[in-house]
Nanobody, 127 residues
Framework: EVQLVESGGGLVQAGGSLRLSCAAS????????IGWFRQVPGKEREGVST????????YVPDSVKGRFTISSDNAKNTVYLQMNSLKPEDTAVYYC????????????????????WGQGTQVTVSS
């Protein structure tokens, strides 16, 4: 059974940094695409960083490019999202998601069709 558990959210001042963690189990990274998404109530879910462990390709939207970085520790089955230079508009619930590389594409602006999701972690950036 695929399980994803996020941690690391919290309250931070604008300009600060946070690192989110996603502990994954039940699957092998090599066959999967893993991503971080965020959602604000009333708005569409937004992909902020995805990576395909199948071919190493990545997707990072312009809204966070240069500020957010996805990485992983395969030995720990953990994926990270390092968020720097945070802005109040980055405030959202952040979700880790995964699916097979032959089912979803690394270019995923909203996570539509992805099957496996964590419970989410709140990130609040104060001005």
């Amino acid at each position: 059974e695929v399980q994803l558990v996020e941690s690391g959210g919290g309250l931070v001042q604008a300009g600060g940094s946070l690192r989110l963690s996603c502990a994954a189990s039940g699957f092998t990274f090599d066959d999967y695409v893993i991503g971080w998404f965020r959602q604000v109530p009333g708005k569409e879910r937004e992909g902020v960083s995805t990576i395909s462990y199948n071919d190493g390709s990545t997707y990072v939207p312009d809204s966070v490019k240069g500020r957010f970085t996805i990485s992983s520790d395969n030995a720990k089955n953990t994926v990270y999202l390092q968020m720097n230079s945070l802005k109040p508009e980055d405030t959202a619930v952040y979700y880790c998601a995964a699916d097979r590389a032959d089912w979803v594409d690394v270019y995923s602006p909203n996570g539509l069709g992805w099957n496996y999701w964590g419970q989410g972690t709140q990130v609040t950036v104060s001005s």
